[in-house]
Structure formats: structure tokens, C-alpha cells
């Protein structure tokens, strides 16, 4: 059902134009909104109207026309102001809001369509039914987007949804559809050529938009790219793996694909009991459950360069001597000398396998 906050624009839009002034009432004949010298009619003459078989009444210099939702009457409209022109004032009045109340419609279709579809709840046939009714290509490149906002996003602000409307319209072919009040989907249709680094760059750019327009916290994950509507589940369900996986083993990024998960995917599905005698065996009875962020910090530095000391030091901006510390300390700590590459390939897995094991409520 169209929102009372659109009709409340539409109408003082349209009365700063024709300056008309106009009524909106519910079907028990309660005023929902009325422009500044609009003429209120009594609750009992709207009700009368609004069950009568006629679609428009006069009283005075006033215009009374019924506001069709679903072929039902929604609203009651109330118009008056220049003479002959009221009427027809009232009746482009009337084809604007019932006009709104279709495009809501095959929006909330739509949106409703996306969410079974994402979540199986489909058959074959009716995927391409609803789709040709929807007027939704099936054969196309797309790939789901999941955005998740921080904590700090109020529960009532859908500025965020506002937002990414704005950046992904459903004229392109893309569709939003919300999950609950912290997170959003968004189904993004994609040229015959786009590979992932599209769906990179247009998710980097819409957490760079979010978090510099509304200062909130975003992260965002994708699936694959798939061409037929019917395997769009499998990219949704990629994109949540990514996100739990993302939160998990790779906090510092705001973007993660599910292509490149990498060791932390395989990590994500093994069993807490296949976990617990890893780190068991690395570990013994000493889980490094106080190491902080900054020696993993280091660890996935000294990764990156391929074990090389002295450019881990470079980039961190840190001695030499004050690295090689710190893997002493570590070595005499667990019996694993990182600048050995076994060593510090099983350090850097054990880690990861503490991680989820503590994100998960394991450990």
C-alpha cells in the first residue's frame, strides 16, 4: 500500500501547483492530511460516500473522489479551490496517487518475488512465471550484493535504503530488497562482459558513498555471477558466506568476494571437533588467547612479503631488531619460529582455526 508520507508530497506538490487545496480521508472517514485551507467534511458524510455505489460527489464547492488500491477503495479524496477547474484538478489528483499506488505495488511484487527466489522457496515454473509477469529478464548476467551497516544506524533511519536507491535504480535492472533493519540486498544486473572486478569497483563505491554521506560503519560481500534468474540463490548464498567469513578472518576489509576467501572458507566449514585437536596439536594446552591485533597485524604483514624480514619491517614502519623480537618472543612462547615458512604457515592456520573458534562459541 502506498505510504501516507507520498500521497502528503504528491498532494502539497500539486496544490503549490493549482493552488488547490485538499483532503485525505481513511475509509472510516478520518482525515488522514489536508493542505492549509482545506474544507473538512464530517467523518459520517466521508463514510456515507465512501459505501456508496457512486466513484465521485459534489458538497458545495468541494470534489469528493474515491481512491482505488487492488480495485478497493483506499482513500477518499476531497479537493476544492478555483470553480470549473476543481474538478478536474481532483481528478488528476486522483490518477497521480492510484498511478504511485500501481508503481508501489509491482514494487513490493517484485521485492517479495526476489526474496523467495533468493531464498528457494520457488518452483522452476513458477520463477518463470512470475518473472515474465514482473517483466524480469531472465537470461542475464547478475550477482547478489549484501550490504551490512554498523550498529550505529538507527533502527527507524532507512536513510541508508534511501541512499542506495538512489545509486541502483530498478530502470537499470537492479533491485534492492532489505533483510532486516541493519542489512540490504541488492540484486545487481550486470553487462555480458562485467566480470568480478565490476561488482568490486560498484560495491567499493557504494560502501565509499554510505560511509561518507550518512558517517556509518558498511561492509560488503558478493557472490558469482550468474546468468540464468533461477541460480541467483547461489550467488546470495555466497555473498552471506562471505560476509560471516569476511567478519571473522578478515575484519580489515570492507569488501570481500567469495572467490577470495581463500583459507578461511575451508576453515569456516570444518568441524569444531577437527578444530579443537588442531589446536590441540600446535597449541597444547597454551591457545594464544591473548594475542592482540597488532601481532596478527604483523603475521599477515610478514605473509604478504613472503617472509621477507626487512620489508615487513619497512611497512610497518618498525626496526628490524624490533620484528625479529617479536618472533623470538612468539618462538619461546610456542615453540614456532615464524621465519621459518612450516613454522609460520601452521602459526598463521592456528590462528585463523582460534579465531573462528571463538567467533563461533567454541572455544
Same mark, same amino acid.
Given at each position: 500500500? &502506498?505510504?501516507?508520507?507520498?500521497?502528503?508530497?504528491?498532494?502539497?506538490?500539486?496544490?503549490?501547483?493549482?493552488?488547490?487545496?485538499?483532503?485525505?480521508?481513511?475509509?472510516?472517514?478520518?482525515?488522514?492530511?489536508?493542505?492549509?485551507?482545506?474544507?473538512?467534511?464530517?467523518?459520517?458524510?466521508?463514510?456515507?460516500?465512501?459505501?456508496?455505489?457512486?466513484?465521485?460527489?459534489?458538497?458545495?464547492?468541494?470534489?469528493?473522489?474515491?481512491?482505488?488500491?487492488?480495485?478497493?477503495?483506499?482513500?477518499?479524496?476531497?479537493?476544492?479551490?478555483?470553480?470549473?477547474?476543481?474538478?478536474?484538478?481532483?481528478?488528476?489528483?486522483?490518477?497521480?496517487?492510484?498511478?504511485?499506488?500501481?508503481?508501489?505495488?509491482?514494487?513490493?511484487?517484485?521485492?517479495?518475488?526476489?526474496?523467495?527466489?533468493?531464498?528457494?522457496?520457488?518452483?522452476?515454473?513458477?520463477?518463470?512465471?512470475?518473472?515474465?509477469?514482473?517483466?524480469?529478464?531472465?537470461?542475464?548476467?547478475?550477482?547478489?550484493?549484501?550490504?551490512?551497516?554498523?550498529?550505529?544506524?538507527?533502527?527507524?533511519?532507512?536513510?541508508?535504503?534511501?541512499?542506495?536507491?538512489?545509486?541502483?535504480?530498478?530502470?537499470?535492472?537492479?533491485?534492492?530488497?532489505?533483510?532486516?533493519?541493519?542489512?540490504?540486498?541488492?540484486?545487481?544486473?550486470?553487462?555480458?562482459?562485467? %566480470?568480478?572486478?565490476?561488482?568490486?569497483?560498484?560495491?567499493?563505491?557504494?560502501?565509499? %558513498?554510505?560511509? %561518507?554521506?550518512?558517517?556509518?560503519?558498511?561492509?560488503?560481500?558478493?557472490?558469482?555471477?550468474?546468468?540464468?534468474?533461477?541460480?541467483?540463490?547461489?550467488?546470495?548464498?555466497?555473498?552471506?558466506?562471505?560476509?560471516?567469513?569476511?567478519? &571473522?578472518?578478515?575484519?580489515?576489509?570492507?569488501?570481500?568476494?567469495?572467490?577470495?576467501?581463500?583459507?578461511?572458507?575451508?576453515?569456516?566449514?570444518?568441524?569444531?571437533?577437527?578444530?579443537?585437536?588442531?589446536?590441540?596439536?600446535?597449541?597444547?594446552?597454551?591457545?594464544?588467547?591473548?594475542?592482540?591485533?597488532?601481532?596478527?597485524?604483523?603475521?599477515?604483514?610478514?605473509?604478504?612479503?613472503?617472509?621477507?624480514?626487512?620489508?615487513?619491517?619497512?611497512?610497518?614502519?618498525?626496526?628490524?631488531?624490533?620484528?625479529?623480537?617479536?618472533?623470538?618472543?612468539?618462538?619461546?612462547?610456542?615453540?614456532?619460529?615464524?621465519?621459518?615458512?612450516?613454522?609460520?604457515?601452521?602459526?598463521?592456520?592456528?590462528?585463523?582455526?582460534?579465531?573462528?573458534?571463538?567467533?563461533?562459541?567454541?572455544?
Amino acid at each position: 500500500m &502506498i505510504s501516507i508520507q507520498t500521497i502528503r508530497k504528491t498532494l502539497e506538490e500539486l496544490s503549490g501547483i493549482t493552488r488547490a487545496e485538499f483532503a485525505l480521508y481513511d475509509t472510516s472517514g478520518n482525515v488522514l492530511f489536508s493542505t492549509e485551507k482545506a474544507e473538512i467534511h464530517p467523518a459520517d458524510v466521508i463514510s456515507s460516500f465512501i459505501y456508496s455505489a457512486a466513484d465521485s460527489q459534489i458538497i458545495g464547492d468541494c470534489y469528493l473522489l474515491k481512491i482505488r488500491e487492488e480495485d478497493e477503495t483506499g482513500y477518499c479524496l476531497a479537493a476544492s479551490g478555483r470553480g470549473d477547474e476543481t474538478w478536474t484538478i481532483c481528478r488528476v489528483a486522483k490518477h497521480e496517487l492510484e498511478n504511485l499506488s500501481q508503481v508501489y505495488k509491482d514494487k513490493y511484487n517484485r521485492s517479495s518475488f526476489f526474496q523467495n527466489l533468493l531464498l528457494d522457496n520457488l518452483l522452476l515454473v513458477d520463477i518463470h512465471n512470475q518473472s515474465k509477469r514482473l517483466h524480469i529478464a531472465y537470461n542475464v548476467p547478475r550477482a547478489v550484493i549484501l550490504f551490512e551497516f554498523g550498529t550505529n544506524l538507527q533502527p527507524q533511519d532507512n536513510a541508508a535504503d534511501e541512499l542506495l536507491q538512489e545509486l541502483f535504480r530498478s530502470q537499470n535492472g537492479d533491485y534492492l530488497t532489505a533483510i532486516d533493519e541493519n542489512s540490504v540486498i541488492l540484486i545487481k544486473t550486470l553487462e555480458e562482459n562485467d %566480470t568480478a572486478e565490476k561488482l568490486e569497483e560498484t560495491a567499493l563505491m557504494a560502501v565509499d %558513498t554510505l560511509e %561518507t554521506e550518512l558517517m556509518i560503519g558498511v561492509r560488503a560481500s558478493y557472490g558469482t555471477i550468474e546468468t540464468e534468474l533461477k541460480d541467483l540463490s547461489a550467488s546470495y548464498k555466497e555473498a552471506r558466506m562471505a560476509m560471516e567469513v569476511g567478519k &571473522i578472518f578478515y575484519y580489515e576489509k570492507r569488501v570481500i568476494s567469495y572467490d577470495r576467501l581463500g583459507i578461511g572458507r575451508l576453515i569456516y566449514q570444518l568441524p569444531p571437533s577437527l578444530c579443537r585437536v588442531f589446536i590441540k596439536e600446535v597449541f597444547g594446552d597454551k591457545i594464544p588467547d591473548h594475542i592482540d591485533n597488532e601481532i596478527m597485524t604483523t603475521i599477515n604483514t610478514f605473509f604478504d612479503n613472503n617472509l621477507n624480514v626487512s620489508e615487513t619491517a619497512r611497512q610497518l614502519f618498525v626496526h628490524r631488531n624490533t620484528l625479529v623480537y617479536r618472533f623470538e618472543r612468539l618462538e619461546k612462547e610456542f615453540g614456532l619460529d615464524l621465519r621459518n615458512f612450516n613454522d609460520a604457515l601452521v602459526f598463521y592456520i592456528a590462528m585463523m582455526v582460534v579465531r573462528y573458534m571463538k567467533a563461533t562459541n567454541n572455544l
